[in-house]
């Protein structure tokens, strides 16, 4: 018999009981009146098995629901429990259970805070009873523990439970964000107390943020700074070409490094390593530049002083070598001469030793200029240069030096049309440095052999401690190589240290290397010493050589600034102011010859009458600089303070680094005697036009 049939017989059976007990409920009901009853009795017999049939249906839908909400609630990735007013534990989920590391079942009836670290105890204690009476809203961060005793950070929200008294709390593991924060927090001290000045610009290169020590190294303030574009620090000792360059490597390669020369507030200028670097977000494109820089101004000027007592070591060396030259051109131009009185009447003869005094004229004032250059006080000037030459040039200056008994060999396998970015007067002194080192180091060697070779490499050619700090992708590599005495593995460790040597007293101040390993780092360069003891040493500056398409980008940089010079010939009035009667007869015929007129004075003070008598005619103003009572820089302050725009050369047989003339503008310039006149004639060309150019935009 069936389940549904035994409930049926026993409600009979229960009804037939009850009917016999109780008389008053028994009614005698005719035949039509009880088929209607029982009619009655069959419907509502199905009614009720229709409505056991839905409870049933309803039963299991809230059964298969309550197992999918265990499920979730247990499964669910946030930790859920449930406490009453005591802090009891009434109900917890499986997540939550992991999080303390514990079984569900242990933990069930026990005081909550039990699992909270003893240092936080007292915090969720004392918010308990609010938490119970109003649990809506209310978080907290606590630290739990789990089994092993290990710290997670956890973040508590409340709301109502669904029993009285009762508060549900959910519980997200926040350790590893609070990892993150303190990494932050850690990252943002070390930037707030570096020594190093830090700032952070936007992609429109709007400043957003600074440090204290670039307050510090700028005297700016951070409010003052932050909306500012960094273009205000500029000190205007770079031209428009550095920063299109600097830019350039940025986009290119997301960062770069040098040295720039920078205002503070107050206005005094301050040099600085300056490194940059893009900021990228998580699609790959750029965010932020960062810019991390440290003054060193003191470091540069001691630097400077540094290369200058190297110099003064360098041309005691250099001086046998280059008088030995000098000597030997002014020899040819006393022997031309006494050939030119001898054959006077040999116009043809004559012609030829004038010829040859010309071009030892000009061989030996080139001489001199080299070794003004070298003797130089001068900023780092880095300047594209056509590599293959200039290094040829810097050999056959060095050479002189270098006894005859050492053997030299130069080999060059670069192209015609390599360009490095030099400063030439330190690439002299590095290479003189390294010469000098070598013949110190071959002295009483059999055989000394001094061998030089330059070559290009790219970086994955470079030696693999030498790669790890490149920054460049192509270099050009000059190898200076010795057969000499060589260093062993303590010297060498020390080799580029300052004042190290182990020379005797007197013979060098142990600033050779030293002054190459900083003279690399301005050029961006990187240097490799290699040397066995008794076999000699190799050593190899590696300068960053720009591929053509950054060849291309200088080149089109410099196109902008170039300008044509419109001719003028034949129709100008020159002042020529010189006391030195010979020289200055001599420009006025040079002058003549090409087509200008001259108007000649012999002293400063006759070349301002001469100016006011004539300054309707004249065009440009040729005055020596230095010249007893009144000088060049005199007569151009008077002439200027009448017509600023008024164009003068001054010219000077000293070092012109070394004068610092009052006057200056776009109508003055300086230039060096003796001077080749194709020179100071382009120069002269170039001056009227630019004045004629600055009078129209006057006019305009």
Same mark, same amino acid.
């Given at each position: ?45 199905? &009614? ?9 249906? #309803?039963?299991?839908?809230?059964? &298969? ?7 979730? %609630? ?99 593991? *926040? ?18 107390? #570096?020594?190093?000045?830090?700032? *952070? ?18 005297? %700016?303030?951070?409010?003052?700074? *932050? ?61 932020? %530049? ?16 540094l290369r200058e007592v190297q110099k003064m070591e360098a041309v005691g060396t ?100 390599? &360009? ?70 303590? #010297? ?9 040597? #182990? ?76 006391? /030195? ?17 001259? *108007?000649?004075?012999? /002293? ?49 047989? %000293? ?15 300086l230039m060096h005697k003796p001077f080749e006149p194709v020179e100071l004639v ?19």
């Amino acid at each position: 018999m069936s389940e549904k049939s035994g409930r049926l017989e026993e409600l009979k059976s229960r009804a037939e009981k009850l009917l016999r007990e109780d008389p008053l409920r028994r009614q005698d009901f005719s035949q039509q009146e009880s088929s209607k009853l029982i009619h009655d009795m069959q419907v509502y017999h199905a &009614e009720i098995e229709i409505q056991n049939e839905e409870l049933r249906d #309803t039963q299991l839908r809230l059964q &298969e629901a309550l197992k999918k909400f265990t499920d979730l %609630y247990h499964h669910a990735p946030v930790g859920y429990f449930t406490i009453n007013h005591a802090g009891l534990l009434v109900e917890m989920n499986e997540t939550m259970a992991r999080v303390v590391g514990k079984p569900r079942d242990r933990l069930l009836k026990k005081p909550f805070y039990q699992l909270i670290h003893p240092d936080d105890q007292a915090i969720f204690l004392g918010k308990l009873k609010a938490l119970v009476a109003i649990p809506d809203g209310k978080q907290m961060e606590l630290r739990l523990l789990d089994q092993a005793g290990h710290v997670r950070f956890c973040l508590l929200k409340a709301a109502a439970g669904m029993l009285e008294n009762t508060v549900l709390i959910s519980v997200m593991d *926040i350790s590893e964000r609070k990892k993150v924060e303190e990494k932050l927090k850690l990252s943002n001290k070390v930037v707030e107390t #570096t020594g190093d000045g830090v700032l *952070i610009t936007d992609i429109q290169g709007t400043v957003i943020n600074v440090n204290p020590s670039f307050c510090t190294a700028t005297g %700016y303030e951070q409010h003052e700074i *932050i909306g500012q574009n960094p273009r205000v620090l500029q000190s205007g000792k770079q031209s428009k070409h550095f920063y299109e360059k600097m830019w350039h490597d940025i986009n290119r390669y997301g960062s770069w490094q040098g040295i720039v020369w920078n205002k503070k507030k107050n206005g005094d200028l301050f040099a600085e390593h300056l490194t940059i670097n893009s900021i990228l977000d998580y699609r790959g494109k750029v965010e932020f %530049y960062v810019g991390v820089f440290s003054d060193i101004t003191e470091q540069v000027r001691y630097e400077q002083h540094l290369r200058e007592v190297q110099k003064m070591e360098a041309v005691g060396t250099m001086a046998g070598g280059i008088a030995h030259d000098f000597n030997n051109m002014l020899a040819g131009i006393m022997s031309a001469t006494f050939l030119m009185k001898k054959h006077l009447a040999d116009a043809q003869f004559i012609t030829k030793k004038i010829d040859l005094i010309e071009s030892l004229g000009s061989s030996a004032a080139d001489l001199i200029q080299k070794l003004l250059a070298f003797a130089r006080k001068s900023p780092v000037d880095l300047r594209p240069i056509q590599a293959k030459s200039f290094v040829a040039d810097v050999i056959g200056m060095v050479q002189p030096s270098i006894p005859e008994s050492i053997k030299l060999s130069y080999q060059s396998d670069i192209s015609d049309h390599c &360009e490095l970015n030099l400063d030439k007067t330190m690439f002299q002194q590095m290479v003189f440095n390294l010469a000098s080192n070598a013949v110190y180091a071959l002295d009483h060697r059999p055989d000394p052999t001094i061998s030089i070779r330059v070559h290009e490499v790219s970086v994955s050619d470079l030696p693999e401690h030498v790669r790890a700090h490149a920054v460049h992708e192509h270099y050009v590599a000059f190898a200076l190589q010795d057969n000499g005495c060589g260093m062993n593995k303590e #010297t060498l460790r020390h080799a580029m240290e300052p004042f190290y040597t #182990t020379k005797g007293v007197g013979k060098g101040t142990g600033l050779g290397l030293s002054m190459v390993l900083g003279g690399m780092q301005m050029h961006e360069g990187q240097v490799d010493v290699s040397s066995k003891q008794n076999e000699g040493t190799t050593i190899t500056l590696y300068f960053p050589f720009y591929s053509d398409a950054d060849q291309q980008f200088s080149k089109e940089i410099a196109l902008l600034s170039v300008q044509e010079v419109p001719q003028h010939y034949g129709k100008e009035f020159i002042l020529v102011v010189d006391d /030195n009667d010979q020289l200055r007869e001599l420009m006025v015929e040079l002058l003549d010859s090409i087509g200008f007129h001259c *108007i000649e004075a012999i /002293n400063g003070a006759e070349g301002y009458r001469q100016y006011i008598k004539y300054r309707e005619k004249l065009s440009l103003l040729i005055t020596d600089l230095i010249m007893p009572k009144v000088g060049g820089t005199e007569l151009a302050t008077s002439i200027h303070a009448i017509d600023r725009d008024f164009p003068i050369i001054l010219l000077s047989g %000293y070092d012109l680094n070394q004068i610092e003339p009052t006057v200056s503008g776009e109508a003055i310039q300086l230039m060096h005697k003796p001077f080749e006149p194709v020179e100071l004639v382009s120069r002269i060309e170039e001056m009227i036009a630019s004045r004629g150019k600055r009078n129209t935009s006057h006019i305009e």
